[in-house]
């Protein structure tokens, strides 16, 4: 059970990718100094990858659950504007299971199990704390703008942080000025009190759009963390989103 729970949660959570890159690194740039907030903000949107349909050839996983670990390989196909398929295979390279998340539906062949499992929005936000949508946050997307009290911004530091209340979640979000990233981030509802928290590293560029080339989740709720290898991404897909349901599965509805 362990890892058909393991398996669900990489693949209501994962979405990271990387390809034929073009490498800045922090000495290549000067460090910029003092931003407007909102133009800033709007800056870092720009770079979002869920700006454009993409595909995510491979993406190398180190998963653990209460200290059990496993090592997979996901791949994933993202359709503008809210539409992701997801692959997750074993090492060995066969299939175990495939997921579609929409803004407002999760649907998984369990292939361990042969069950079709099927949520809706508000199981996901009961469950983890935050909207089907908000996973892209974790290679770096800025999707959940704030109410902007500074009109100003320091980055003289390459760093700029800010921390606000919406939707009963707490967001707290580290960017990195010269990439125009996020660097670390983390959402905990504070009703329920589960937290969900990303780090990132090494800023790659591909095709005038900025992702992590290694992101790190942890998961407080389900003890889960989770360290995507970014491996090949195609950020001018333009392809289509196939997920048929396989047959004569047993259906779980989760509510």
Do not use: H
Request: net charge positive.
């Amino acid at each position: 059970m362990q890892i058909v729970r393991l398996l669900i949660l990489i693949l209501a959570l994962f979405l990271a990718g990387c390809g034929t890159i073009k490498r800045k690194t922090v000495e290549e740039l000067t460090p910029p100094g003092v931003y407007k907030t909102e133009m800033f903000l709007e800056d870092v949107k720009e770079y979002n990858l869920t700006n454009e349909s993409f595909y995510i050839n491979k993406a190398d996983v180190q998963a653990s659950l209460n200290g059990f670990n496993q090592n997979l390989v996901i791949s994933m196909k993202y359709k503008k504007p809210d539409s992701a398929m997801f692959i997750v295979k074993a090492k060995i390279g066969i299939e175990v299971a495939r997921a579609l998340i929409t803004n407002d539906t999760v649907i998984i062949n369990d292939r361990l199990n042969k069950r079709l499992i099927i949520s809706g929005a508000e199981y996901f936000r009961r469950k983890y704390g935050l909207e089907p949508r908000l996973i892209c946050m974790m290679f770096g997307d800025f999707l959940v703008k704030p109410d902007l009290i500074e009109n100003e911004i320091n980055c003289n530091k390459n760093l700029y942080q800010i921390d606000f209340l919406k939707d009963r979640n707490l967001y707290l979000m580290k960017f990195d000025c010269i990439s125009k990233k996020l660097r670390e981030a983390s959402i905990e509802n504070i009703t329920g009190g589960k937290k969900i928290e990303f780090k990132f590293e090494e800023f790659v560029e591909n095709n005038k759009k900025k992702y992590p080339e290694l992101s790190t989740i942890f998961v407080s709720a389900e003890e889960i963390i989770l360290k995507i290898s970014i491996d090949k991404i195609d950020t001018d897909w333009n392809g289509n989103i196939d997920f048929v349901a396989n047959k004569g599965y047993r259906r779980k509805i989760l509510k």
